[in-house]
């Protein structure tokens, strides 16, 4: 595709309503490259037993949840066992002892008798045959007894020998087994002491008084009733372990905190921890990158909100897309710089950077709010930008995020772009002064020692970076103006130096003209003002608007200086021809002298579509209704914008009432509203975004100014004189 081609597609997409879209979508990919490490977190190429070689610390905050489970596993083990004491189990078990031997008290009652002495009343279970039951029957009829009274565990011997003994040795076991489980059951026993504890008991029974049998018995029966009555408290214990478990704070490894320190060994715990952090990790994480895109989305949706705004007000705003854009990756560029110098071995050496010079381009050239946006955005890409030094741990540096902001806001705050030069060294002071005020702030907030020699590096740096914001901004706001053809208000102050060749021209080749000029310049400049509009913008365009007149100057009243009229001696459709062409006239000697698109679109709309009253009727007087209205108006356009609204009221009004015979405050005031209620009627602001409210305070502005022109004079006695004797001859 050849040089021209090209060119011709360029202009038709800049004209393309996508190409806004193109914009803010080439801002979001410079966005994200810009931010991309914090998604991507740094690999260490580390093994086990070797020796750190730096410092490494955690980039994030996180739980270590095997280390925490470790530790509530101790704490639960560690945590204390209940026993409930039962005082009451020494009573029990020896009355469980009595049933015992009361048991076998009436199986040997029953077997002693006679079958003439059983008793009638006595059930038909319990009844004897005609002979004494053999030992193992009674030891069947003891089990049946006990296992419908009590426990029974006992061994059949145990219970034979029992059967068997005297009475005298059944009393004496039966005694002595009470006393013995009582006494030993006043005691706590747990369950992992029972066994010595029975044998205890049973060794405490003095062998001299008491056979071997039963001894025995003794035994067997004190390891039956003597049993546990200190026992686990099983909800209690597990309230303890809850509790126990519940005391362990999640062990948390902080941001910042150091893992290991140069020079040390990689233990496997050093390892586990570097796993946690995700320094170890190779694989793949989409969530941090889904973050950053979200981010980057919210950002850009805030620029392009202002970019809505932007496109109603310049009317160059393919352009002013792109300047942005320069702008934005020019700041990117300068983050990185900082970045770069953050890990340089001289401290604080990256507050330097003229970070503030990306907001002071735009309040000049573009919109201070989409400033003040881009401010806010900045300092966010750069609080993760900074991140990226590997000096700080933290994923957002809030302390360099928020110096950013404060520089950027301080230029957006002191430059009024719409009113007078900008005065470069008291915006680099001022912004100088807020980078100390903000680095003094950190200063504070941090509540550390004050080192003055580090707090006065600090200052020196941040004092430095103000004025390399100046130097940048002035440096670079020719080439913007220049590549993108944007206003500044340094360009159109250079535009209204009278000594420019054009408003030379207009001087030297149409003086009438020029004064004409300048009383239009005032009037719509403080019109603008008062509207909100740009007040500087509309006062150069004034001084621009008619140099199309230069081309036949005395074919405009205000340039016939000897009464000679050329137009009486021409048809009215050639006098028509010769004034509609003026403003189209103008425009293209503007475009040859490369001057702003705004100010040639002012000079070229600066009549609309309105009609060439005074040539019209004259031509129907002539030749009657074959003249059509449409031949003597301007084909136009209408303006476009406030200032071109104004300019055009203030250019008609400004003609017609130096026209007056004699200007009086009442006249002029119903001579504006005529020509406001003609303008309105015609539909000449129809294409621009003025409203009825901003045309009255318009109105009221011109009027104002115009009373304030052509006020009375006070009428000196000599002159007063002079007037009389005319009047007496």
Request: hydrophobic share 45%; charged share 25%; glycine share 4%.
């Amino acid at each position: 595709m050849k040089f021209n081609e090209w060119s011709t597609y360029w202009h038709n997409l800049k004209k393309h309503s996508i190409f806004s879209w193109l914009v803010l979508i080439a801002l979001g990919i410079v966005m994200f490259i810009s931010m991309l490490k914090v998604a991507v977190p740094d690999k260490l190429d580390i093994k086990l037993h070797q020796i750190a070689k730096q410092d490494i610390q955690s980039p994030i905050e996180v739980v270590d949840r095997k280390a925490t489970n470790d530790l509530r596993k101790q704490a639960v083990a560690e945590a204390p066992t209940s026993y409930v004491y039962n005082k009451d189990d020494a009573l029990i078990q020896v009355e469980k002892a009595n049933d015992l031997f009361n048991v076998l008290q009436e199986v040997r009652d029953d077997n002693n008798k006679s079958d003439e002495d059983k008793d009638d009343a006595t059930s038909d279970s319990d009844k004897k045959k005609d002979s004494k039951l053999s030992l193992e029957d009674q030891i069947k009829l003891v089990h049946t007894k006990l296992n419908d009274a009590t426990d029974n565990q006992l061994p059949d011997d145990t219970i034979s020998k029992l059967l068997t003994f005297s009475e005298e040795d059944f009393s004496r076991t039966r005694d002595i087994t009470s006393s013995t489980i009582y006494e030993t059951m006043s005691n706590k026993i747990k369950w992992s002491d029972l066994k010595d504890t029975q044998e205890k008991a049973v060794d405490s029974i003095p062998t001299s008084v008491i056979s071997q049998n039963i001894h025995d018995v003794l035994n067997d029966i004190l390891v039956q009733y003597i049993v546990p009555n200190y026992v686990l408290d099983a909800k209690t214990t597990k309230r303890n372990k809850e509790d126990a478990e519940n005391t362990i704070e999640p062990v948390v490894i902080r941001q910042g905190e150091v893992i290991v320190k140069k020079g040390d060994l990689i233990t496997r715990d050093v390892i586990h921890k570097l796993e946690v952090v995700g320094l170890m990790d190779n694989h793949f994480n989409i969530f941090p990158f889904v973050g950053l895109t979200m981010l980057v989305l919210f950002l850009v949706a805030m620029i392009a909100a202002e970019f809505r705004v932007l496109s109603r007000k310049i009317p160059t705003a393919p352009n002013a897309y792109l300047s942005y854009l320069c702008i934005f990756v020019m700041t990117m560029l300068i983050l990185y710089l900082g970045s770069w110098l953050q890990a340089t071995p001289l401290d604080h050496l990256d507050l330097v950077i003229p970070i503030a010079s990306g907001s002071l381009l735009i309040t000049m050239l573009l919109n201070k709010r989409l400033s003040m946006i881009s401010s806010i955005v900045f300092a966010i890409c750069g609080g993760f930008i900074f991140d990226t030094a590997g000096l700080s741990s933290a994923t957002f540096d809030y302390e360099m995020a928020l110096y950013i902001l404060f520089s950027c806001l301080a230029g957006v705050f002191l430059v009024r772009k719409d009113h007078a030069r900008p005065k470069f060294l008291q915006i680099g002071c001022f912004i100088s002064a807020i980078n100390i005020l903000s680095v003094l702030l950190l200063v504070f907030i941090k509540n550390g020692n004050l080192n003055f020699v580090n707090v006065g590096m600090e200052a020196g740096f941040a004092l430095l970076s103000g004025f390399l914001s100046i130097i940048l901004t002035i440096g670079l706001l020719p080439f913007f103006e220049a590549t993108f053809r944007l206003l500044s208000p340094m360009k159109l102050i250079e535009l209204s130096n009278p000594n420019h060749p054009l408003l030379r021209k207009i001087l030297l080749e149409a003086p009438g003209t020029y004064h004409h000029s300048v009383m239009v310049a005032n009037l719509a400049e403080r019109a603008c003002e008062v509207i909100g509009a740009n007040g500087l913008l509309a006062r150069v365009a004034a001084y621009y608007h008619d140099i199309g007149k230069t081309k036949r100057p005395r074919f405009f009243i205000e340039n016939q200086f000897n009464g000679v009229n050329p137009h009486d001696r021409i048809s009215p459709q050639l006098s028509r021809t010769v004034i509609i062409a003026h403003p189209y006239d103008g425009a293209k000697i503007l475009r040859e002298h490369k001057l702003p698109r705004e100010i040639i679109d002012i000079a070229e709309q600066h009549h609309g579509t309105t009609l060439l009253k005074y040539f019209y009727y004259k031509a129907k007087e002539e030749m009657g209704d074959v003249i059509l209205e449409e031949e003597f108006r301007y084909p136009g356009p209408k303006a476009q914008t406030k200032e071109a609204a104004v300019v055009e009221l203030a250019d008609s009004i400004e003609a017609a009432v130096r026209s007056m015979a004699k200007q009086t405050p009442e006249k002029i005031e119903k001579l504006v509203q005529n020509i406001f209620n003609d303008r309105l009627e015609d539909g000449q602001f129809d294409d621009c975004d003025i409203t009825m409210k901003e045309l009255h305070a318009v109105r009221t502005s011109i009027i104002e100014t115009l009373n304030g022109i052509f006020h009375s004079r006070i009428e000196y006695p000599e002159e007063a004189k002079k007037e009389k004797d005319k009047k007496s001859v």
